[in-house]
C-alpha cells in the first residue's frame, strides 16, 4: 500500500506560481499529477517516469509547468508558472506502473492523494 500526501496548493493571481509537493510512502512507481474540476473528468497534468526517469505534460501545461522527482525523498514536485484562471481545479498525485504509451491514462494509476485545491484568481 503506497500512501500520497500533496501540499501546497492556495489562491494565487494569474501570472503567478505555485509549487505542489507530494510525498510517497513505499514502493517505486511512477508518479503524476491530474486535475479535476466540478462537472469534468479529472485530466492529466504531467507525470514522470519510473521507467525511463523522463517528465511528459499535457498540452495545456506545456512550457509553464515542471515535475520533477527527488527520488531520495520519494517526493513528486510540480512547480506552476504563469497560471491562468483556467488552472484552478482540485490538484491530485497518482503512483502507478503504465507503459509509456499510457503515462496519460487515469485508470493506469493505482494510488491517489486526496486532493490539493489551486485557485487562480484576481
Known amino acids: 500500500q503506497v500512501q500520497l500526501v500533496e501540499s501546497g496548493g492556495g489562491l494565487v493571481q494569474p501570472g503567478g506560481s505555485l509549487r505542489l509537493a507530494c510525498a510517497a510512502s513505499?514502493?517505486?512507481?511512477?508518479m503524476a499529477w491530474f486535475r479535476q474540476v466540478p462537472g469534468k473528468e479529472r485530466e492529466f497534468v504531467a507525470a514522470v517516469s519510473a521507467n525511463n526517469g523522463h517528465s511528459y505534460y499535457s498540452d495545456s501545461v506545456k512550457g509553464r509547468f515542471t515535475t520533477s522527482r527527488d527520488n531520495a525523498k520519494n517526493t513528486l514536485i510540480l512547480q506552476m508558472n504563469t497560471l491562468k484562471p483556467e488552472d484552478t481545479a482540485v490538484y491530485y498525485c497518482?503512483?502507478?506502473?503504465?507503459?509509456?504509451?499510457?503515462?496519460?491514462?487515469?485508470?493506469?494509476?493505482?494510488?491517489w492523494g486526496q486532493g490539493t485545491q489551486v485557485t487562480v484568481s484576481s
Open positions: 513505499g514502493g517505486r512507481y511512477t
Open positions: 497518482a503512483a502507478g506502473r503504465p507503459i509509456i504509451s499510457a503515462i496519460m491514462t487515469e485508470s493506469m494509476y493505482y494510488y
